[in-house]
Nanobody, 118 residues
Framework: QVQLVESGGGLVQAGGSLRLSCAAT????????MGWYRQAPGKQRELVAR???????SYADSVKGRFTISRDNGKTTVSLQMDSLKPEDTAVYYC????????????WGQGTQVTVSS
């Protein structure tokens, strides 16, 4: 089983930056997918960025060019560098983890709040 520990949320002004980190603990497996989702008030949870098991990277159109996702060599930690933040980026951000050993079942962090003021 895997537990996800998130950090890095906070309050910033528009145009500022934040860096989110998520550490997978327990028994993470190297053949995994890790990413970040977010959910704004009254809206559905949406994919922000993801690194696949083959190191393929996907971004939501709304964050392309502003956010950068990365993963450590051991594939146990994923980070999201968020630059040029906009008020519409305000949401609770959730770390997501899946691996082949666990049958690609979704594991979620508890969520970390990101608030961007204008």
């Amino acid at each position: 089983q895997v537990q996800l520990v998130e950090s890095g949320g906070g309050l910033v002004q528009a145009g500022g930056s934040l860096r989110l980190s998520c550490a997978a603990t327990g028994s993470p497996f190297v053949i995994n997918t890790m990413g970040w989702y977010r959910q704004a008030p009254g809206k559905q949870r949406e994919l922000v960025a993801r690194i696949g098991s083959s190191d393929d990277i996907s971004y939501a159109d709304s964050v392309k060019g502003r956010f950068t996702i990365s993963r450590d060599n051991g594939k146990t930690t994923v980070s999201l560098q968020m630059d040029s933040l906009k008020p519409e980026d305000t949401a609770v951000y959730y770390c997501n983890y899946r691996d082949i050993r666990l049958g690609w079942t979704d594991y979620w962090g508890q969520g970390t709040q990101v608030t961007v003021s204008s």
